[in-house]
């Protein structure tokens, strides 16, 4: 009798955080305000703005699922180390962080099909340096980031010298300073670089090589938000509105983000 007691009781403590919590629309209704959780180190898709406003790519999709949802927005700067926990620990409700696709990271979180965006590997160069194809980067050395997952495939796959740095800093003073002659990391941080005038008289001749996904995600089981998600990101694509982003923000758009348009539009 006493196991018994004892049974029923775990099954009823058990029961409680679901019956307990929300759903997150519920919330966000309830609230009045939709919280997402995007960059603010990553021009042109989250940065801030002179008066320290975050603003870029992913803000605007983020107005956009509030417009929806006809509540206010609040942006909540995260990085790459924390996202994922502010989602799972309810500080956000939503993540649109420039997070890359890994089948680790859909144990963590429920992300959003299908994915909005996608990034790819490139190098940006002095003006000085007239390549057209990555074979032609044979022998030269390029600075790295330390850790970066294409670096040894680059290296095997062209043949350049990569010199990696800890972080994207480093290594592009030591670009500034002469010891290569290109940085090869995201394509997207690159584009973001190219805006600042700091970075005149470098630019990415060459496509994009190595696309990586890039997934929104919210926390798992909230399925009926995930839902929602997967069908206005359906519609940007068939209206083009992640076309319109990158060119509002001085991107060009990328292989992905065309193809989906034009995939969809006539869906």
Sequence with gaps: MRRSLIALAALAAAALPAAASADVLDKVKERGTLVVGVKTDYKPFGFRDPSGAIIGIEPDLAADVAKKLGVKLELVSVVSANRMEFLRQGKIDLMIATMSDKPERRKVVQVIEPLYYSDAVNVMLSDKVKVTKWEQLKGAKLCGTTGAFYNKDVATQYGPEIISFDGSEKP?????????IGYLYDQTFIAGKLLDA???????????????????AVAPGEDRFAKLMSDLTKEWMKTGRIVELEKKWGVKPTEYSERMYKEYKGS
């Excluded at 592009?172 to 290569?180: D, H, K, R, V």
């Excluded at 008289?201 to 994009?208: D, T, V």
């Design 172 to 180: 592009l003073i030591a670009l500034q300073q002469g010891n290569c």
């Design 198 to 216: 700091e970075w005149k008289g470098y630019h990415m001749p060459l496509p994009g090589i190595m696309e990586t996904p890039w997934a929104m």
